[in-house]
């Protein structure tokens, strides 16, 4: 990185003060998933359990297929802020976003092949494969906002704000655990409480993070179309 003042040292402080709060992020993950697996348990009933293990699973493959947006993005933004080109690093950050929503919308669109190829490299009983269907048929929805937030997220990382990505993680996981506990235990919603709960965290995560790219969108860079297309 380099600003008016020159470049700025890379001390081990630095690297820490980047990449802690991408540890405690990823540290993160498996608490969520053993929330899920222990509100979903107290129905009392294996299928469910495995229903939300096979949806997420599959829904987790498929989004992935789109990783490539967050380092890709990490890599471009990171160069463009180096040489100090602003309005290059907002430009990457609107291809990024809409690449996300485009992705987003094609899963959606493809939903019901991609459940049945889900299916069939993961088989289960016919009442478990009914209710990951049911399951992965509301999270879809949200796949326009988790398939964008690996853009957005690279987009911070390389500005090496990576404590808005912690405060990202933290959001969705603490709202999911909450509203699991409210939708399956408190209202009964089952199954489709936990994706419920998972759609809200998702684009709840998707607003915050744009929240944290306010400045990049102020500018007024991301809109130079000429530019965001080249």
Not at 24 to 34: F, Y
Not at 42 to 52: H, K, R, S
Not at 121 to 130: F, N, T
Not at 141 to 165: C, D, F, H, K, N
Request: glycine share 12%; aromatic share 8%.
């Amino acid at each position: 990185m380099a600003d008016a003042a020159g470049p700025v040292p890379l001390t081990h402080r630095r690297v820490l003060h980047i990449a802690l709060p991408i540890v405690l992020s990823n540290a993160t993950v498996p608490i969520l998933g053993a929330v899920d697996t222990a509100v979903v348990g107290q129905m009392g009933l294996p299928e469910p359990i495995g229903a939300v293990g096979i949806g997420a699973i599959v829904l987790t493959a498929v989004y992935w297929i789109f990783g490539f947006l967050r380092m890709g993005t990490t890599g471009l933004v990171a160069q463009a802020t180096g040489a100090g080109d602003a309005p290059e690093a907002s430009a990457i950050l609107s291809r990024a976003l809409m690449i996300g929503a485009a992705g987003g919308l094609a899963v959606i669109a493809l939903q019901l092949p991609l459940f049945r190829l889900g299916f069939a490299l993961s088989p289960a009983s016919d009442e478990v494969e009914r209710l990951a269907e049911s399951y992965m048929a509301i999270r879809v929805w949200s796949a326009p906002a988790m398939i964008s937030l690996y853009g957005l997220t690279g987009w911070l990382i390389a500005q090496e704000r990576t404590r808005a990505v912690l405060g990202i993680q933290l959001l969705m996981n603490g709202l999911n655990i909450g509203l699991d506990l409210l939708f399956v235990l408190g209202l009964g919603w089952g199954v489709e409480g936990v994706a419920v709960a998972t759609f809200i965290a998702e684009w709840s995560g998707l607003a915050l993070g744009l929240w944290f790219c306010r400045d990049a969108f102020a500018s007024g860079h991301w809109r130079d179309w000429p530019r965001v297309f080249d």
